[in-house]
């Protein structure tokens, strides 16, 4: 196991290149959860996570002959744009191996850093395979996203900085996936503030730490897909996991809880996080860990999420929280009856999104019309008001 020494080190070591991000306390969420809430916000990193600070770390300490050689890594997307980052910017060939799935917006970033990219296998551990490969045949270092010292060490760096932003903090959340950051995280905490609490969060679909530490060691999960792809890792290292002991506790969240979260902080605090990033924040909402009127930190760990995920997010959240409303009505197929339709929604104050007229639905009755409306809506009871204005003007609205 590391020690603080190692992460006072390390910070000490890439200081000059890596940004102190802010700490903000927010009033909304704060109200919102029933917590003295603030946000790490590791997002605004110049890759957008937290991962180039355990990159540069390990890669300051490779030696002269070793940087010649070039890096090697497998990452689902934050490592690899991290380690591309801080190594093209001192001159250090890198190849990142990626997992075929890995969100287009995280491959072509690693490639703006001047990285060979090379997608291959469904999984990240079918993209370490590859990984080691070519370190053995190329005769380069492989740089390990979680299963190394200086990574874990770098990624501590982030708990010094948080006892110094928020001195009376009584909890920190942080994402798990192979356990570096917590790992590093955890040991800075406990070592400068020992009474506060360090919880990890996994997303249930892939629990490797908590399989981990119930066993005793390290489980390899069958793969799954969640919201959270930063942290979907099916196996902690025995490195990692010998750090797990620090962790007081480890929250699981589904994917809805994810969703919700990334909704909330993309609406509530303009912030952009990925799904492992608004995995701590998901944890609290959920309400399983004893945090209620606590001072606590959520460690937003990074920011690179899909767009065409937002859009999805949005949609489904607007849908959760009656601001939108899809609805089938069975109408007359004649002149005026969709024009009617209109109008009842518009007495309504319904604002109307998106029209499909299917004069050939199947099962429907000759001489009737379906018609499926997207609405704008001010919540619940205004869908209820629809409904019945629809109903009332004597059409079917089809379940």
């Known amino acids: 196991m590391i020690d603080v020494a190692a992460v006072e080190q390390a910070r000490a070591r890439i200081a000059s290149a890596i940004y102190e991000s ?98 291959k296998g469904e999984s990240y551990d079918e993209a370490a395979e590859e990984a080691q490969r070519i370190a053995n045949a190329r005769g380069r270092c492989l740089v390990h996203p979680f299963d190394d010292d200086a990574v874990i060490a770098g990624q501590g760096t982030i708990g010094l900085e948080l006892v110094e932003q928020v001195p009376d903090l009584d909890a920190v959340l942080v994402p798990v996936g192979g356990g570096g950051l917590a790992a590093g995280v955890a040991t800075a905490i406990k070592a400068r503030k020992p009474g506060a609490k360090v919880y990890g969060v996994e997303p249930s679909a892939l629990p490797s730490m908590r399989r981990a530490l119930d066993a005793g060691a390290p489980v390899e999960l069958e793969p799954a897909r969640t919201l959270a792809d930063g942290i979907a890792v099916r196996s902690v290292s025995p490195r990692t996991l010998a750090h797990g002991s620090l962790l007081d506790d480890i929250a699981l969240v589904d994917e809805e809880d994810i969703a919700e979260a990334i909704l909330l902080l993309l609406e509530r605090e303009k912030t952009v996080a990925e799904g492992a990033g608004a995995a701590p924040l998901a944890a609290v909402v959920r309400g399983d860990l004893p945090l209620a009127g606590k001072r606590v930190v959520l460690l937003v760990s990074g920011g690179n999420i899909d767009v065409n995920v937002v859009a999805r997010i949005i949609e489904r959240g607007l849908v959760k929280s009656g601001r939108s409303m899809r609805v089938r009505v069975l109408i007359p197929d004649q002149p005026g009856s969709l024009a009617a339709l209109l109008a009842t929604t518009a007495r309504c104050n319904a604002n109307v999104l998106e029209v499909h007229h299917d004069r050939l639905a199947p099962r429907t009755d000759p001489g009737l019309t379906a018609v499926e409306l997207v609405l704008e809506t001010r919540g619940f009871d205004h869908i209820a008001e629809i409904g019945d204005a629809i109903e009332d003007a004597g059409w079917l609205i089809e379940a």
């Open 22 to 119: 802010p700490c903000p306390r927010s009033q909304t969420l704060s109200e919102l959860t029933g917590c003295d809430l603030h946000l790490k916000l590791e997002n605004l990193q110049m890759t957008g996570s937290f991962k180039e600070r355990g990159a540069l770390n390990r890669l300051l300490q490779l030696a002269p002959e070793q940087r010649a050689a070039g890096v090697v890594a497998a990452s689902a997307g934050n490592h690899a744009q991290g380690l591309a980052f801080v190594a093209g910017r001192r001159g250090v060939s890198t190849t990142i191996v990626m997992p075929t799935g890995t969100p287009l917006i995280k491959v072509s970033a690693t490639r703006a850093h001047g990285a060979e990219v090379i997608l």
